[in-house]
Each structure stands twice: as C-alpha cells, then as structure tokens.
C-alpha cells in the first residue's frame, strides 16, 4: 500500500522530471528523507479521510436510496446531534495534531543552527557554512571560513551538516534542492538560516557523481524558471581538494595583452563584472572561475562552445531573448567570432581537471 500510494505520486512528479535528478520522492540527505516521512504521513492521513468519507457516502446513498416505486416518506432526521458534531470535530483535530507534532518538531530541528558558531581550539569555525545569495536570475555561493566564492555551482562535502545564511540582494527568490531539503526563502531584508545534509550514499546515485540540482522556488520575474544552480556533493577528502584548488585561484586575472584572443576579449570586455578567480570577492556577475566545471550555461543551457557563443551574444540585444530580465545584456559589444573565442577561453577555467 505505501509503495502503491508513493507511485501513484511519483508518476506525477517524475513525469515533469526528466532524468535530472530533483526528485523530493527519492532523497538524498537526511533532511530531504525526514521531510519526505512528514510527506507520506500526510498522504496516509489524506487516503484515510477519503476512505472513509467515501466509505459513508456510499453507505448513505445506498441503504436511503428509494427502494419501491411509489415509496416517500422521510428518512429519519439527525439534525442537531451533539454525538455526531463532537465525532465530526474531534476527529480532524486529532488528525491535524497528528500532522502537527511531527511538522513543528523538523521545523525547529532544521532551524537549529547554533553549530554554526562552534569554534575549535584554535578559534576557527568547525561546521561549513555557505552563505547564498540569491539574484536576478543566478545564484553565489560564499564559503565564509574558506575564503572562496562561486556562482551557479553550489560543491559541499557528504556526511555532514552544511549550514546555510541565506539572503536576496534584489527581490524575494526561494533556495530548494529538492532531492536534498529545504525550500526556504531568501529575502532581501534578512538573514534565513538553515542546513541540510548530503549524506555519503548520495554520491552515487547519478551515473556516480553526486550531482543534483537546485531551483528558484519563489516566482521572482520572467525567467524565474530558469533559475537553476548544479549542486555536487563530493567525499569529504575531495572537497577539501577543491576548497585548496579554489583557494590557489587566488591572484588569478584574465591577461589584457594575451595572444588568446579569448582571454584577451574576456579581460577588455567582461572582466569588470565577472572574475576568474574564486578568492575575488562579490562580483556584479556570476564569478566563473569554475566556469569549465560547470555542467550547463546560464543556468539552463547546454554546457557547450556553441551555446555559450550563443548566449553570449544574446547578451549584446538591448532584451535578452533566452533569460528575459537577465541583467547582462547590452553591456559589452564583440563579434561572434570573438565570442566563440571568449567561449573557449571560458571552457579552460577549471579547478577540478
Ligand atoms: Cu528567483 Cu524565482
């Protein structure tokens, strides 16, 4: 019965899926399992309210039905009956406790962020805390305590808890890894917090990698839709690798006067808003010194030479017709042929090759 009821939602849910991997109906993390329980707990409490609501009415519709030509008198009345008004209120209200106690015990539970603060004997920060900001249409992650910053890639070790200080720099936009938990809002006027888990199993699930990824879970303009972010969860010995290659970015700059025309288009045209080094600081753009890393463009394009020319130029038209509302257009002006080149130069920048 539990797989029946779970199947019959998951073909709803997966049907819009694809094979990426964003399912909440196979989770990822503890969190996303716990938030799953609270999910089948209300389709029992659902199924057994239809059950019997339907059990009754169909009790009723048969056994007071006409039975004989001509028959018509009245059936006997229960108007006012205090036994069934209590029965009819007492029950729901058992069952939303019921929903209740479970629903408010994860809730405080994931917002339970004091480890954030934990420090170690020489004062450095123990948990991982990524602070996300949410923008028009694209998302940065800052690692506070490593010093680093990346933008549409979210990378996080499994098996512990990663916390997260979530905030909008323009409107109201929702963090949601639906494999993994959440959503939550990041608001433009406070700090939300919470943390998720990306547990050790979960590195294995897509073709191997522990790949997921995130949406915009709160309807912020034209392009909210495509307001996605890669999240990869790796051992944790392989994170620490590329929190240290992150760090060795450092310094890293595209060269004006290089002979890869590329790289020297880059530096002239888009350096002032996009950096290539991941110890850079906030950018107007997105920071794209994992830009080769990357396994789509812009949040939704196929991570190719081809239609990252094409977004690029896409860039160059007064309105952008593949992320309308995106904040990049207009602002530079190259041919397409340098724009393939700054494609392949981008296509380089990498830390995990
Ligand atoms: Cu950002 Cu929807």
């Not at 990822?28 to 209300?42: C, H, N, P």
């Not at 879970?217 to 590329?242: I, Q, R």
Request: glycine residues 8%; proline residues 4%; aromatic residues 10%.
């Amino acid at each position: 019965w539990r797989l029946f009821s779970l199947l019959t939602v998951m073909t709803v849910f997966l049907s819009a899926c694809g094979e990426e991997y964003i399912s909440t109906l196979r989770p990822a993390g503890a969190v996303g399992k716990e938030q799953l329980d609270i999910l089948i707990l209300s389709i029992w409490i659902m199924t057994l309210v239809v059950v019997v609501v339907s059990a009754i009415y169909l009790v009723a519709f048969f056994k007071f039905r006409r039975t004989k030509v001509g028959e018509n008198h009245m059936p006997k009345q229960v108007e006012g009956s205090h036994t069934l008004e209590v029965i009819w209120t007492v029950i729901p209200i058992i069952l939303l406790i019921i929903l209740a106690v479970p629903t408010l015990t994860y809730t405080y539970k994931f917002a339970d962020v004091a480890a954030m603060d934990e420090v170690d004997e020489e004062g450095n920060k123990t948990a991982l805390t990524v602070n996300v900001t949410a923008k028009l249409y694209w998302w940065e992650f800052e690692y506070p305590n490593q010093g680093i910053i990346t933008a549409q890639e979210l990378v996080v070790p499994t098996g512990e808890k990663v916390y997260f200080n979530l905030i909008a720099s323009d409107v109201k936009h929702s963090f949601w890894i639906p494999a993994v938990g959440g959503k939550m809002d990041t608001n433009v006027d406070g700090i939300n917090k919470f943390y998720l888990q990306f547990d050790k199993e979960s590195a294995g699930l897509n073709d191997g990698e522990g790949v997921f990824y995130g949406k915009c879970a709160e309807l912020c303009g034209p392009s909210h839709a495509l307001m996605d972010f890669k999240v990869k969860a790796l051992e944790p010995e392989a994170f620490n690798a590329w929190v240290t290659a992150m760090q060795a970015t450092e310094g890293q700059t595209a060269d004006r006067e290089s002979s890869d025309i590329g790289e020297a288009t880059f530096a002239n045209s888009c350096l002032g808003c996009h950096a290539v080094s991941a110890v850079a600081g906030n950018g107007l753009g997105p920071n794209l010194t994992t830009f080769g890393d990357r396994n789509r463009v812009a949040g939704f394009m196929d991570h190719t030479v081809e239609d990252t020319t094409e977004w690029i130029m896409d860039g160059m038209e007064p309105e952008s017709k593949l992320k309308p509302g995106n904040l990049m257009t207009g602002k530079y002006n190259v041919t397409p042929e340098e724009a393939k080149a700054i494609s392949e130069y981008l296509m380089t920048l990498t830390v995990e090759k």
